[in-house]
């Protein structure tokens, strides 16, 4: 079931970028074919081209702008020393302290600095023994970085608030699939499906990875036809990775206590496993609410009533191992509630209202929905 579920989750992150594939792929072809007209073997247009849209899709034009620069001053630093110097290991070395400098006295950033040195060591690679620098390579370069930027901000901007709901959306689908296999395992006490739910939440780690660079690549994002959208709700989503990785790594913690609690005790209590299934339903309308700000409400009143079953299991009386998972769950829920807005002080006193005027009773009344 871990095999197929890391095939599952490798296959949707191929069609997640299934369209950045065809446009970097359409961006190198045009490259090829638009220097092709130049001279016959126009290796570096379309690797420019790939460079160039992979550094600077959905950055500002100016970076991208930068990138291709950057693309261009190294190959023709990089042309100009083996035209003097040849080609060998001290002049590849050469080649790239001197690319990088010269981007740095043009005013580069870091990312253009690096693909300076990087297009200065694909010409000392691969210009063969006895070739003569060209200028044409150069001119690869530019050609390639215009059609990059032609094709990533121009033709097909990239939209930072699509992405972000695309990054949210496996985080979301992932995160709350181990809380419902969790869930499962503890009303059964079946410890396999309780090692199976605690691998899928580990697994979780590198779609929250993902998630975090797309909000850092948002932050920089510039584009005409969203520019105030973006204003608004990226720093929600920049809000809600911080407190959804929490809850990523608090559901390892509680999956990992299940199963410890299973394999000395059994099933659990029915109550603590509705507490747990229900932290999966929250995170399920925080995924919404990030695309839909106003169903806050939905994702609040799912984790508050995680929270009282949880608390109700604990006053009913239990064993270390339970009192243990509950401190997860409320834990777990506090999280989610920062992630749908609330600052710490408000998501603490919210769920201790809750909890107080549910009266232990396990049943939020109508004030805390």
């Known amino acids: 079931m871990t095999l197929r579920s890391g095939l599952a989750r490798r296959v949707r992150r191929v069609r997640g970028e299934l369209w950045s594939i065809l446009q970097t792929a359409l961006a190198a072809g045009a490259a090829w074919a638009l220097a092709s007209l130049i001279h016959p073997h126009p290796f570096f247009a379309p690797a420019a081209a790939v460079i160039a849209l992979g550094g600077a899709r959905g950055r500002r034009t100016r970076r991208a702008i930068e990138l291709t620069v950057g693309v ?41 600095v690096s693909q300076a040195a990087i297009s200065a060591i694909l010409v000392v690679a691969t210009l063969q023994p006895g070739a003569s620098p060209s200028p044409g390579r150069f001119l690869d370069a530019l050609i390639g970085g215009c059609v990059a930027l032609l094709v ?13 709901a695309r990054a949210a959306r496996p985080v979301v689908d992932d995160l709350a699939a181990a809380l419902g296999a969790t869930a499962a395992a503890m009303r059964s006490g079946d410890q396999e499906a309780a090692r199976a739910a605690l691998e899928s939440a580990r697994a979780t780690e590198g779609d929250v990875a993902a998630f975090f660079d797309t909000v850092a690549l948002a932050r920089e994002t510039f584009s005409l036809r969203a520019q105030a959208r973006t204003r608004e709700r990226v720093p929600a989503y920049a809000e809600a990775v911080q407190h959804v990785d929490y809850a990523v790594r608090n559901t390892r913690v509680l999956a990992r206590r299940a199963l410890n609690a299973i ?41 508050l009533e995680a929270a009282i079953k949880a608390t109700a299991v604990a006053e009913a ?19 989610l509630l920062r992630g749908s807005g609330m600052d710490g ?25």
């Not at 299934?277 to 994702?299: F, I, K, M, N």
């Not at 191992?321 to 769950?329: A, F, R, Y």
Request: hydrophobic fraction near 50%; glycine fraction near 14%; aromatic fraction near 0%.
């Open 152 to 164: 990533g901000q121009v033709l097909f901007p990239r939209d930072p608030l699509r992405a972000l």
């Open 263 to 303: 394999r000395l005790g059994g099933a659990a209590p029915p109550g603590l496993a509705d507490a747990v299934e229900l932290l999966g339903r929250a995170v399920r309308e925080l995924g919404s609410q990030l695309e839909d700000p106003g169903r806050d409400v939905a994702t609040r009143t799912l984790a």
């Open 317 to 335: 009386g239990a064993d270390l191992q339970v009192m243990v998972i509950v401190g997860q769950v409320r834990s777990t829920a506090i999280d």
């Open 345 to 369: 002080d408000e998501a603490r006193g919210a769920l201790d209202a809750a909890v107080a005027r549910a009266g232990g009773s396990g049943q939020p009344d109508s004030a805390s929905r």
């Open 72 to 112: 261009a001053v190294g190959i023709a630093v990089a042309d100009l020393i083996v035209l003097a110097l040849g080609a060998n290991t001290l002049v590849l070395t050469l080649v790239v302290a001197l690319s990088m400098a010269g981007a740095l006295l043009l005013g580069a950033g870091g990312l253009m």
